[in-house]
């Protein structure tokens, strides 16, 4: 087992009608003035979930603000916006209402609203500044995928299209507020693009070389197996309490640091769909679905061990005594399945008109893709260079 720090700090207030308590919890964190921050669209205020909020900070006497209409694939410029007005009211706290996109546009804003110069100076792989502090952060999550409620990751789009992250324990919110009922309202789409988006986080996981850490191998294991169990149950049961609230505490479990500890990460297709999603502004966990049968068909022989494993421990596979390597294309297969079961598109084009996926194009965003070895490579399983990431692109279209 590698070496390895474990923060978890945030704390997490899961339940149905936990909402109407946030006011009165936020104020127990300090929060005297707030900047509640909203997803684009209207389905949390037809629904009544962003009034309860509302309500629930008005009742514990809090002066809140808001700024509502966030994108998908959260955009800087509405951070930005937000930042200038929590300068001017003096605002001490942040509470994000949404999926992942709000609160990692509520991240940027924290980190903003106390710093002199751009916001933009943290982000990207050679920030030109490091976080030195940020506002507290609380989280109301209302799609289950991300993990940012309780991780120290907030991922920002510059316009036109250059996405990146900025990981600092600064932005890990202080309270995340999980009441699994304000999940029903999800289309079937974008429910099933979270369950694909938070089983890939456990991938990125599993997928690397041993390292004597069986541990977290089974935990990761297991929670593939509920993301596959409870991905098939909802989507044949969207209002059912126990479903919902399995993948909701199964998100949350996947990308705080739980699953990573003691093991590397292989970050690979990630970083590809974050090229792709920054570019042609699909939706996340989609992408997800996209990339991942490829990398794993690329990457695969360079350690079978663990791709033996995944289909014999998680798709139940029976294991090849004469020939073990011949259930791993077994596995991908389920893999493309079950996403092709959950809806999700297996190829580029069904997303993006196909004259936008030219060989330029993917060899430009193969030469952008974050690296993060210092020979200008990305992964773990397999180290990547731009041609091999570009033979990837090039698969998926
Ligand atoms: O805007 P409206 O119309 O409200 O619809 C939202 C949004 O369009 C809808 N939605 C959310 N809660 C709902 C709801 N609709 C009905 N009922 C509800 N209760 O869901 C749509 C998608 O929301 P979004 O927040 O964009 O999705 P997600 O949570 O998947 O976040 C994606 C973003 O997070 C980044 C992605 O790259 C992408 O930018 N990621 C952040 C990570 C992190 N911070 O650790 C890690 C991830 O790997 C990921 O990269
Ligand atoms: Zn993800």
Known sequence: ??????????????????????????????????????????????????????????????????VGGVESNPKLEKAKEAIALCKEKQIDFIVALGGGSTIDSAKCIALGAVYEGDVWDFYGEAPLSMPQRALPVAAVLTLPATGSESNNSSVITKEPDLKRA??????????????????????????????????????????????????????????????????????????????????????????????????????ASHMIEHELSGEFNIVHGAGMAIVIPAWMEYVCREYPEIFIKYATHV??????????????????????????????????????????????????LAQRVRRYHKDGTVGSIMRLDTQELFEIMKAVV
């Not at 997490?12 to 003035?33: D, P, T």
């Not at 791993?328 to 893999?335: K, R, V």
Request: glycine residues 10%.
């Open 1 to 66: 087992m590698n070496g390895f720090q474990l923060s978890n700090t945030t704390k997490i207030e899961f339940g149905a009608g936990i909402l109407e308590r946030v006011g009165e919890i936020v104020k127990g964190y300090g929060a005297s003035r707030v900047l509640l921050h909203c997803d684009g669209g209207d389905v949390l205020g037809k629904t009544g979930v962003l009034g309860k909020v509302r309500t629930s900070l008005i009742e514990a006497g809090i002066f809140a603000e808001e």
């Open 166 to 267: 900025v990981d600092t324990e600064f932005v890990r919110p202080v309270v995340a507020f999980l009441d699994p009922t304000v999940t029903y309202t999800l289309p079937a789409f974008i429910t099933a693009a979270g369950v694909v988006d938070m089983i890939s986080h456990i991938m990125e996981r599993y997928f690397v070389r041993g390292c004597g850490n069986e541990l977290t191998d089974q935990l990761c294991e297991a929670a593939m197996r509920s993301g596959i169990y409870y991905g098939r149950k909802v989507l044949e049961e969207p209002d059912n309490y126990e479903i919902r609230a399995n993948l909701m505490y199964l998100s949350t479990i996947t990308n705080n640091g739980v699953l990573a500890a003691g093991r590397d990460m292989d970050l």
């Open 315 to 364: 798709w139940n596979i029976p294991y090849d005594f004469r020939e073990p390597e011949s259930v791993i294309p077994l596995g991908i297969e389920a893999t493309r399945d079950f996403y092709r079961e959950m809806g999700m598109p297996e190829k580029l084009h069904e997303l993006v008109p196909e004259e936008k996926l030219t060989d330029d194009v993917l060899w430009k």
